[in-house]
C-alpha cells in the first residue's frame, strides 16, 4: 500500500503539468488506493433565544441572555469512503451536547434518508463549550435548574440547525481529500486545577512538559484539484473567555475563530454563516483548561491562594486575562487558534488514507466492574449513581459559583441553602457515600425522584477515518483523563491502524459532567466534585473505550447496551412566555427613542435605539436583527454587517414592563471601512395581541450619517 500510493504521487508529480483529462484519470486510481474519500460539509444557524433565557455554562442564576454579539453555527462533516461506509462530525457552538439532542437529530436524519445511512453509531455531535448561548435544552433537571427547566424553541432551533448542517453536508457530498498537520500551541490555555493535577503519579507528569495539552491538530479537506474546502481542528481550552457578567450570545473564542477564518477564505465582504468554505475548531478534553492566561487574582490584584480563594472565600478568585477585557481576550485567544491553524493548514502533509469504521455503544454507567489494569491499584472496583460533590457548587476561576464554597473541601458542614437543598432532594445512604469517597455529596443527582437529575445511560463512541481516530466521550476530560484515554486506544487501535491520529472529541452525544482522573478526584476540586460516577469514573471509560477499538481491530460488532430513558413528556418549563409586546404611545415598533449622530470617523461606536419587541417571539434564524448598510453611488443600499458579525451588538432591554428598547452599536473597523454615507437598521416580530399568537414583522431604520478617516 505504501509503495502504491508512493508510484502514484511520483506519477502525479510528473504528469503535474499535464492535461486535466489525465488527472482525472489518476484521481480514479487515489480513490481505489482509499486515500480519496467524498465529503461534504455544511454549516447552519442555531442562535436560540436572545432574550430573559438562563446562559449555560457557568449555572449563575441572573446570567439571562439579553442580545446577540454574534450568532451560534452548526458546522457538519459528512465523509465517505471508497466502499460506501459514511461517517457524520457536527461541530456546534453550544455548551455541549444533551442526550435528547443526538436522539433527536438521529430520529430526523432517519425521516430524511431511512434507518441505515444515518445512526446513532455514525453520527458524532459535539459542543464547543461556549458559556455564552442560551440554554434550557437538556431535558435533564440539573442543566435545567439556572434556565427555569426545559424551553423547547431552544431545543428545536438547535436540534433543527444540527439536522440542517448535516443536510447541507449531504447534498455537498464530492470527491476530496485530507491531510493532517499536528503542532503546538502555545499562550492560549493553562491549568485551573494545578493542584488537583499535581496529584497525578509523578512519573506519569514527567512524561509531558505541560500540565495542559498545548496539542493542536488541523485537517485540511481539499477537492482533487487541491482547493480548500473546509478545515477542522482540534484544541483543548474552555470557551469561558466571556465571563459569567456577559448576557450577549456569543461563540466565545472558538466561534470567533471559526467567523475569522471563514471571513478569510470566503472574503471580507462575506456573509458570516454562509460559506462555502467552513472551519470547524472542534473542543477536546478541555475540564481543567482554562482560556484565561493570565491567571487568577483576588480583587485586591494579589493571585489566589492555591485552593483558589481569596481571604478563604471562593468569590472574589477570578482568572482573566490575556486582554484587558472579556471581548480582548476572546479575540486574542480566537486569532492565536486561527493563525495557528491556518498556518498548519497551508503546510499540513500528511495524507489521510484508509477505510471509515465506528463503534457505539451504551453503558449503565452508574454500574460498571472496573477491573485491572483500569481499576487503580484496586482489584476489581466500580462506578457510582451519580452525585455531585460540594466543590461544584464552589465554582471554578473561570465563573465562581454564587454560593460560599470552598474547592478542595471535603467537610459537610457547607452553606446552609445547599445542605437544605440536598437533603430535600435525596439523602445519600451509606453504601453511596464510601462508593463516592472521598467526594463529600452535596446532591445525590442519581437519586432524585421521579427521575435522576443527570443521565445514567451513556453513550460512548468510536469514529475512525483512515487513520484518524475520534473518541466521542460525554463529558469534560481533564488533561490526564484525555491523555490516558487516547493512550488506551491507541494501544489498541495500532494494531490494525498505523500511526492512528487519536483525538477526544469532546462534550459529544450526551454530557454527564466531568471526568477527572482517579487521583485528580481525591483532591475534589471543582472537576472531582463533578466527576458524577465516582472515582472509577476513568477507569471505567478506559476499559470500555478500549473494548470499542478492540472490536474495530477485530471486526467484532459490540452490543447496543441499554436505552437510554425518553423524557421527552417529563419536562418542566417556568419562564413565561412573552404576552404582550407594546410600542409607546403614539409610537410604532421599530420606532427610534434614541437616533444615531450624522457623523462618525473610523474607530467609533455608532449607536441606535429603537422600541422593539421581545426577539424570543422570532429568533431570525438564518436572518438578522440587525443590518449596517452602505449607500452605493446610486442611491441604493448595500448591507455590509449583519447581526452574525463581530463589529455589531444587539442588545435587548425590557422598558415601562411589556416595551422592549433594542440598542444596535457598531464599531467601526478602521482597516475595512470605506468611508461613506451609512445607516443602520432594526427588524423583528412583536406579538401586540396578549390574546392571540399573532406575530407582526416590524422595522426601524436610523437617519443616515457620514462615516470618515
Ligand atoms: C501531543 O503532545 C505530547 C506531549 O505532550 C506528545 O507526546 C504527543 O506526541 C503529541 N501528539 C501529537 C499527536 O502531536
Ligand atoms: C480583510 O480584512 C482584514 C482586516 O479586517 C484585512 O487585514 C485584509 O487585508 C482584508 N482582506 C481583503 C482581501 O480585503
Ligand atoms: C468580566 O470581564 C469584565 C471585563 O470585560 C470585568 O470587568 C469583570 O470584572 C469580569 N467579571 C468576572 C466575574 O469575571
Ligand atoms: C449492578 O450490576 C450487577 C451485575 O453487573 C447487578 O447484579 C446489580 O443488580 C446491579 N446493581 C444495580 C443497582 O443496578
Ligand atoms: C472482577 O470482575 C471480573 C469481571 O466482572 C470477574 O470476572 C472477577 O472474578 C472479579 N474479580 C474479583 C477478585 O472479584
Ligand atoms: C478531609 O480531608 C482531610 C485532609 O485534607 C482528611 O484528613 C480527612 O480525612 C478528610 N475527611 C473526609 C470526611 O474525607
Ligand atoms: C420519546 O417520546 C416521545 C413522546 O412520547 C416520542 O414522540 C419519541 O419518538 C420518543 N423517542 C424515542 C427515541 O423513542
Aim: glycine letters at 8%; hydrophobic letters at 35%; aromatic letters at 10%.
Amino acid at each position: 500500500m505504501m509503495i502504491k500510493l508512493f508510484t502514484i504521487i511520483v506519477i502525479l508529480l510528473s504528469l503535474a503539468q499535464l492535461h486535466n483529462a489525465v488527472k482525472i484519470e489518476i484521481s480514479e486510481h487515489i480513490k481505489m488506493d482509499d486515500s480519496s474519500y467524498e465529503i461534504g460539509t455544511g454549516i447552519y444557524d442555531i442562535t436560540g433565544p436572545a432574550a430573559e433565557t438562563g446562559m449555560m455554562g457557568y449555572a449563575m442564576p441572573g446570567q439571562v441572555t439579553g442580545g446577540i454579539h454574534f450568532r451560534l453555527r452548526a458546522r457538519a462533516f459528512v465523509f465517505v469512503d471508497g466502499s460506501n461506509n459514511r461517517a457524520v462530525y457536527v461541530s456546534t457552538d453550544s455548551c455541549m451536547i444533551f442526550q435528547a439532542v443526538k436522539i433527536t437529530v438521529v430520529q430526523k436524519l432517519q425521516e430524511l434518508y431511512g434507518p441505515n445511512l444515518y445512526t446513532t453509531d455514525n453520527v458524532l455531535l459535539s459542543g464547543t463549550h461556549t458559556h455564552s448561548g442560551p440554554g434550557g435544552y437538556s431535558m435533564y433537571a440539573l442543566y435545567g435548574i439556572t434556565t427555569l427547566g426545559f424551553y423547547r424553541q431552544n431545543f428545536d432551533t438547535i436540534v433543527d440547525g444540527i439536522v440542517q448542517a448535516i443536510v447541507k453536508a449531504h447534498n455537498s457530498v464530492a470527491p476530496a481529500r485530507m491531510l493532517a498537520s499536528e503542532s503546538f500551541l502555545l499562550d492560549s490555555n493553562i491549568n485551573r486545577s494545578p493542584t488537583a493535577y499535581l496529584n497525578n503519579p509523578a512519573e506519569e507528569r514527567a512524561q509531558y512538559e505541560y500540565d495542559v495539552d498545548k496539542n493542536i491538530t488541523v485537517f485540511r479537506i481539499e477537492d482533487l484539484s487541491g482547493n480548500p474546502i473546509a478545515a477542522l481542528s482540534f484544541f483543548a481550552v474552555h470557551c469561558t473567555s466571556m465571563n459569567n457578567t456577559n448576557h450577549l450570545i456569543s461563540g466565545d473564542n472558538k466561534g470567533y475563530a471559526s467567523y475569522l477564518w471563514e471571513k478569510h477564505q470566503n472574503g471580507n465582504s462575506s456573509r458570516p454563516g454562509v460559506g462555502p468554505f467552513i472551519a470547524a475548531f472542534g473542543q477536546s478534553n478541555e475540564g481543567d483548561v482554562s482560556p484565561n492566561t493570565a491567571g487568577a487574582f483576588c480583587p485586591d490584584g494579589t493571585p489566589c491562594a492555591p485552593d483558589s480563594t481569596c481571604n478563604g472565600k471562593n468569590e472574589g478568585c477570578i482568572a482573566r486575562g490575556p486582554g484587558k477585557d472579556m471581548f480582548e481576550s476572546t479575540q486574542i485567544i480566537a486569532r492565536n487558534q486561527f493563525e495557528k491553524a491556518l498556518s498548519m493548514f497551508e503546510s499540513a502533509d500528511i495524507p489521510i488514507s484508509g477505510g471509515i469504521n465506528y463503534r457505539h455503544t451504551y453503558l449503565p454507567m452508574t454500574n460498571i466492574t472496573v477491573t485491572p489494569p483500569f481499576s487503580s491499584g484496586a482489584e476489581n472496583a466500580t462506578t457510582c449513581r451519580a452525585a455531585m460533590g460540594y466543590s461544584f457548587a464552589a465554582g471554578t476561576t473561570d465563573g465562581p459559583g454564587a454560593f460560599d464554597f470552598t474547592q478542595g473541601d471535603n467537610s459537610t458542614s457547607g452553606n446552609p441553602f445547599w445542605n437544605f437543598i440536598s437533603k430535600f432532594i435525596a439523602v445519600p445512604t451509606e453504601e453511596q457515600k464510601q462508593c463516592q469517597s472521598p467526594k463529600p455529596i452535596l446532591i445525590d443527582v442519581g437519586l432524585t425522584k421521579p427521575y435522576p437529575w443527570t443521565p445514567d445511560v451513556i453513550p460512548i463512541q468510536i469514529i475512525t477515518i483512515g487513520q484518524i481516530v475520534l473518541c466521542a466521550v460525554p463529558g469534560e476530560f481533564t488533561t490526564m483523563s484525555g491523555r490516558r484515554l487516547r493512550d488506551t486506544v491507541r494501544e489498541v487501535i495500532s494494531q490494525s491502524i498505523e500511526n492512528p491520529i487519536v483525538l477526544v472529541a469532546g462534550l459529544a452525544n450526551t454530557y454527564s459532567g466531568y471526568i477527572a482522573t482517579f487521583e485528580e478526584f481525591e483532591v475534589q476540586r471543582y472537576e472531582g466534585a463533578s466527576t458524577i460516577f465516582g472515582p472509577h469514573t476513568l477507569g471505567a471509560y478506559q476499559q470500555e473505550f478500549a473494548k470499542l477499538a478492540q472490536s474495530i481491530v477485530k471486526g467484532t460488532t459490540v452490543p447496543p447496551g441499554p436505552t437510554p430513558r425518553n423524557l421527552t413528556d417529563h419536562t418542566f418549563f417556568l419562564l413565561p412566555p412573552v404576552i404582550v409586546d407594546e410600542a409607546p404611545n403614539g409610537d410604532k415598533f421599530g420606532s427610534l427613542y434614541a437616533d444615531a449622530k450624522t457623523a462618525y470617523q473610523t474607530g467609533d461606536t455608532v449607536s441606535v435605539v429603537f422600541y422593539g419587541a421581545n426577539p424570543r417571539n422570532n429568533f431570525m434564524i438564518e436572518s438578522s436583527f440587525l443590518t449596517v448598510d452602505y449607500q452605493e453611488s446610486d442611491g441604493s443600499w448595500s448591507t455590509i454587517l449583519v447581526d452574525g458579525d463581530w463589529d455589531t451588538k444587539f442588545y435587548w432591554k425590557m422598558h415601562d414592563l411589556a416595551q422592549s428598547l433594542i440598542t444596535i452599536e457598531w464599531t467601526i473597523d478602521p482597516t475595512n471601512t470605506i468611508p461613506g454615507n451609512y445607516r443602520i437598521t432594526h427588524t423583528g416580530y412583536a406579538k401586540p395581541n396578549p390574546f392571540s399568537d399573532n406575530l407582526v414583522q416590524y422595522n426601524g431604520v436610523s437617519q443616515t450619517f457620514s462615516v470618515s478617516n
